[in-house]
């Protein structure tokens, strides 16, 4: 599936967006290793904060489905508000954090929208030094 495909995979993925408190509607598609594609939306809650991300639904759908650290290709963002067109939509940075768990490389493409431009930037540039666990040094 190329850029463009999977931009189009993620756009009607944010279809299915549960948002009514922010309006706002975001869809995510991913491709694995294993050429499978997941996607996932947005879901809200009257308790704001435990909301959750297009992104993150995605790739624990995938998890679900057998997707390993290491095995996620690509994964592109789109979002909007009800009844408007398509916006600007990085991922936020908790989602930076968790894409980079399950890349298969700093390089691995990250495809979203600012202004009016597609972009595809690497996981890597979009998280400089995600966090890992601090292994002991005294073992
Ligand atoms: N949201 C995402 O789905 N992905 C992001 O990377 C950032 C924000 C959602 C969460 C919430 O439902 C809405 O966008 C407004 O913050």
């Given at each position: 599936m190329n850029d463009q495909e999977l931009m189009e995979a993620a756009r009607k993925a944010a279809?299915?967006?549960?948002?009514?408190?922010?309006?706002v509607q975001v869809g995510a598609a991913l491709t694995t290793k294993n050429n499978q594609v997941f996607i996932g939306c947005n879901i809200e809650n009257a308790s704001y904060s435990l909301s959750m991300c297009a992104e993150r639904v995605a790739i624990f759908t995938a998890v679900l489905h057998g997707m390993k650290p290491g095995e996620l290709s690509k994964i592109a963002v789109a979002g909007k508000t009800v009844g408007d067109q398509w916006q600007s939509c990085p991922p936020c940075g908790a989602c930076r954090q968790v894409i980079l768990e399950f890349a298969e490389s700093n390089k691995t493409p990250v495809i979203y929208q600012v202004r009016e431009q597609v972009k595809s930037v690497p996981i890597g540039e979009l998280l400089r030094d995600g966090f890992t666990i601090p292994s002991p040094t005294y073992l």
């Open positions: 279809e299915t967006s549960y948002s009514p408190y922010s309006r």
